[in-house]
Nanobody, 120 residues
Framework: VQLQACGGGLVQAGGSLRLSCAAS????????MGWYRQAPGKQRDLVAT???????NYLDSVKGRFTISRDNAKNTVDLQMNSLKAEDTAIYYC???????????????WGQGTQVTVSS
């Protein structure tokens, strides 16, 4: 299973970016998909997650600015980021909990990370 993320870049404060992540390989089903971020010298934090049924969860500091969505048929998850702030600068990683069989045993898989830099 591979997760390929894209969409990072450099943007001015107040701007927008959209991150996308596609899962491929031997996939039977995916339960939760999400985005995490890690700033230099800091731990990796959850940014947003979305269940297969569309239930979402957000880091408090991004609520109202970021929107997570997914396409179950394509095994993709997107993160629309608006009103970006300098403190959003980090490497963003996508994650998917994947079952490779029909036994509902899920394992976490991570994408390679994409850099988001917000200039103030």
């Amino acid at each position: 299973v591979q997760l390929q993320a894209c969409g990072g870049g450099l943007v001015q404060a107040g701007g927008s970016l959209r991150l996308s992540c596609a899962a491929s390989g031997s996939i039977f089903s995916i339960s939760v998909m999400g985005w995490y971020r890690q700033a230099p010298g800091k731990q990796r934090d959850l940014v947003a997650t979305i269940s297969r049924d569309g239930i979402t969860n957000y880091l408090d500091s991004v609520k109202g600015r970021f929107t997570i969505s997914r396409d179950n048929a394509k095994n993709t998850v997107d993160l629309q980021m608006n009103s970006l702030k300098a403190e959003d600068t980090a490497i963003y990683y996508c994650k998917a909990d994947v079952s490779r069989s029909g036994f509902q045993i899920y394992y976490p898989y991570w994408g390679q990370g994409t850099q988001v830099t917000v200039s103030s």
